[in-house]
């Protein structure tokens, strides 16, 4: 709901209220069924299964050049093979009940929160000038944030753990922006605002998921990150182009990571094994510091088909700086025993001492080059972005930080009118069949490479 007043007495602008409500809820019911064992010959039944092998439930995928690389590749399983193996030797398979309690009830959850926030907002015209300001009040009522967690001993089960956490978060959220008209073409911008971001459900969500020897569990007690912002802007604007400059600073209490690395679950007496732990917790600020560079040209200077060519462009340098306890050496985890549902994995930190790092997820270099064709009816994009490698997930120390590599990727999109009501497209993704790669602390140390190859689709819009 939005409420505006236009100023009178002779004054340029305007005087805005509005409110809004939003209320959510999300579940997740997780049915799982696991097997420890398959035994080709049971007690209960006199004839014998199959064996359970790769030559049984393989398909027929084979490459004899994979990457490029000369290497082959060969005997895979089948998922519909597996599938059908299970479907037919459904006797033989030992149903391990702990852990399917584990795996059906550890991922579930229910959580429920209501947002509500209203506004207030000045514009106003002063010359050549305009002033934008306000406030906004936002409240995040988490009414129920409920996770659940099996408990067993050994090979006992004991029951279900139900975690339920419920809280209330309050932003006050100001903000004033300049735009100062030099002439109709030449703008200077500036604004100081502040800002919030909520974390993802997965991240507050009181859940644990255990696949072999990796735990990853949700934290419901994570800090909502808050900014400070100030940002300045110079842009000018030709007949059908654009040229602008700008600078920022973000100041960010709270900031979320992904911590990863090894401790011990429940009594150590018991003979429990390391296990590798991921949680997302907060760091304490960070620092942001960039400048960003942006260009669109049509090339109406041509004559003819050439004139509706056009070049876009942005590119963005970020330099940052973030702050964390500082974390205890890798082997320190041998003494650590924790409760992974309801500990903040401080005891992985020190209390007396900052590291600094760089913010995770933050590109340094981010750059994006795009050839266009804009006619009446046709419009085509070729557009080649790069990324440079960013911390990713944090380890038990420096040579342990998993980093997002550098990419460099093509892609291709294009729609063409036939009619007003009818829009022929086409979007071809990762046309140079860029990898997913992330290594550990140096780019020498390869943690992990993937190549999904381009992906294509066609279709049609029509409206009526």
């Given at each position: 709901?939005?409420?505006?007043?236009?100023?009178?007495?002779?004054?340029?602008?305007?005087?805005?209220?509005?409110?809004?409500?939003?209320?959510?809820?999300?579940?997740?019911?997780?049915?799982?069924?696991?097997?420890?064992?398959?035994?080709?010959?049971?007690?209960?039944?006199?004839?014998?299964?199959?064996?359970?092998?790769?030559?049984?439930?393989?398909?027929?995928?084979?490459?004899?050049?994979?990457?490029?690389?000369?290497?082959?590749?060969?005997?895979?399983?089948?998922?519909?093979?597996?599938?059908?193996?299970?479907?037919?030797?459904?006797?033989?398979?030992?149903?391990?009940?702990n852990e399917s309690r584990k795996n059906s009830y550890n991922a579930d959850y229910?959580?429920?929160?209501?947002?509500?926030?209203?506004?207030?907002?000045?514009?106003?015209?002063?010359?050549?000038?305009?002033?934008?300001?306000?406030?906004?009040?936002?409240?995040?009522?988490?009414?129920?944030?409920?996770?659940?967690?099996?408990?067993?001993?050994?090979?006992?089960?004991?029951?279900?753990?139900?975690?339920?956490?419920?809280?209330?978060?309050?932003?006050?959220?100001?903000?004033?922006?300049?735009?100062?008209?030099?002439?109709?073409?030449?703008?200077?911008?500036?604004?100081?605002?502040?800002?919030?971001?909520?974390?993802?459900?997965?991240?507050?969500?009181?859940?644990?998921?255990?696949?072999?020897?990796?735990?990853?569990?949700?934290?419901?007690?994570?800090?909502?990150?808050?900014?400070?912002?100030?940002?300045?802007?110079?842009?000018?604007?030709?007949?059908?182009?654009?040229?602008?400059?700008?600078?920022?600073?973000?100041r960010i209490e709270d900031f979320v990571f992904s911590f990863k690395r090894f401790?011990?679950?429940?009594d150590p007496n018991s003979g429990t094994p390391l296990v590798e732990i991921t949680?997302?917790?907060?760091?304490?600020?960070?620092?942001?510091?960039?400048?960003?560079?942006?260009?669109?040209?049509?090339?109406?200077?041509?004559?003819?088909?050439?004139?509706?060519?056009?070049?876009?462009?942005?590119?963005?340098?970020?330099?940052?700086?973030?702050?964390?306890?500082?974390?205890?050496?890798?082997?320190?985890?041998?003494?650590?025993?924790?409760?992974?549902?309801?500990?903040?994995?401080?005891?992985?930190?020190?209390?007396?001492?900052?590291?600094?790092?760089?913010?995770?997820?933050?590109?340094?270099?981010?750059?994006?080059?795009?050839?266009?064709?804009?006619?009446?009816?046709?419009?085509?994009?070729?557009?080649?972005?790069?990324?440079?490698?960013?911390?990713?997930?944090?380890?038990?120390?420096?040579?342990?930080?998993?980093?997002?590599?550098?990419?460099?990727?093509?892609?291709?999109?294009?729609?063409?009118?036939?009619?007003?009501?009818?829009?022929?497209?086409?979007?071809?993704?990762?046309?140079?069949?860029?990898?997913?790669?992330?290594?550990?602390?140096?780019?020498?140390?390869?943690?992990?490479?993937?190549?999904?190859?381009?992906?294509?689709?066609?279709?049609?819009?029509?409206?009526?």
């Amino acid at each position: 709901m939005t409420i505006a007043y236009d100023l009178s007495n002779g004054q340029d602008g305007y005087l805005k209220f509005g409110a809004k409500a939003r209320i959510r809820d999300k579940t997740n019911d997780v049915r799982s069924q696991t097997f420890g064992a398959y035994r080709e010959q049971s007690t209960l039944y006199p004839s014998l299964g199959a064996p359970l092998n790769l030559a049984t439930i393989r398909d027929d995928f084979y490459e004899d050049n994979l990457l490029n690389k000369g290497y082959e590749l060969t005997f895979i399983p089948s998922a519909q093979g597996l599938r059908d193996f299970y479907e037919f030797y459904p006797q033989y398979f030992i149903f391990d009940r702990n852990e399917s309690r584990k795996n059906s009830y550890n991922a579930d959850y229910k959580f429920s929160e209501n947002i509500y926030a209203a506004y207030a907002m000045l514009r106003h015209n002063i010359g050549k000038l305009m002033i934008l300001g306000g406030v906004r009040f936002e409240r995040t009522d988490i009414i129920n944030n409920q996770g659940f967690g099996v408990i067993v001993s050994g090979s006992r089960f004991i029951g279900i753990d139900t975690i339920v956490s419920a809280r209330t978060k309050d932003f006050l959220l100001p903000q004033v922006q300049l735009r100062y008209a030099i002439n109709p073409n030449l703008n200077i911008r500036g604004a100081l605002t502040y800002t919030y971001s909520r974390p993802n459900y997965e991240d507050v969500i009181p859940s644990r998921e255990q696949d072999r020897e990796e735990v990853s569990i949700g934290n419901p007690e994570l800090e909502y990150p808050s900014s400070l912002n100030v940002d300045f802007l110079i842009e000018r604007y030709f007949k059908t182009s654009l040229l602008s400059g700008g600078l920022f600073y973000k100041r960010i209490e709270d900031f979320v990571f992904s911590f990863k690395r090894f401790g011990r679950e429940g009594d150590p007496n018991s003979g429990t094994p390391l296990v590798e732990i991921t949680k997302p917790i907060n760091g304490n600020r960070s620092f942001v510091y960039g400048a960003e560079l942006q260009a669109q040209f049509k090339f109406d200077f041509l004559s003819g088909f050439f004139s509706d060519f056009g070049v876009f462009t942005n590119y963005t340098y970020t330099y940052s700086e973030a702050f964390i306890n500082q974390r205890f050496p890798a082997n320190y985890a041998d003494a650590v025993t924790i409760d992974l549902l309801n500990d903040d994995l401080g005891v992985f930190f020190a209390t007396d001492g900052e590291e600094k790092i760089t913010l995770p997820g933050q590109a340094q270099h981010t750059a994006n080059v795009a050839l266009f064709y804009d006619a009446k009816k046709l419009f085509t994009r070729l557009s080649v972005n790069y990324q440079d490698a960013f911390l990713y997930r944090l380890g038990a120390d420096a040579d342990l930080d998993e980093y997002y590599d550098e990419a460099l990727r093509l892609d291709l999109t294009a729609n063409y009118q036939i009619t007003p009501n009818i829009n022929i497209f086409t979007d071809w993704i990762n046309i140079n069949n860029a990898p997913l790669r992330f290594y550990l602390g140096e780019p020498s140390r390869i943690k992990q490479q993937e190549f999904y190859s381009w992906w294509n689709r066609i279709g049609v819009r029509m409206k009526f």
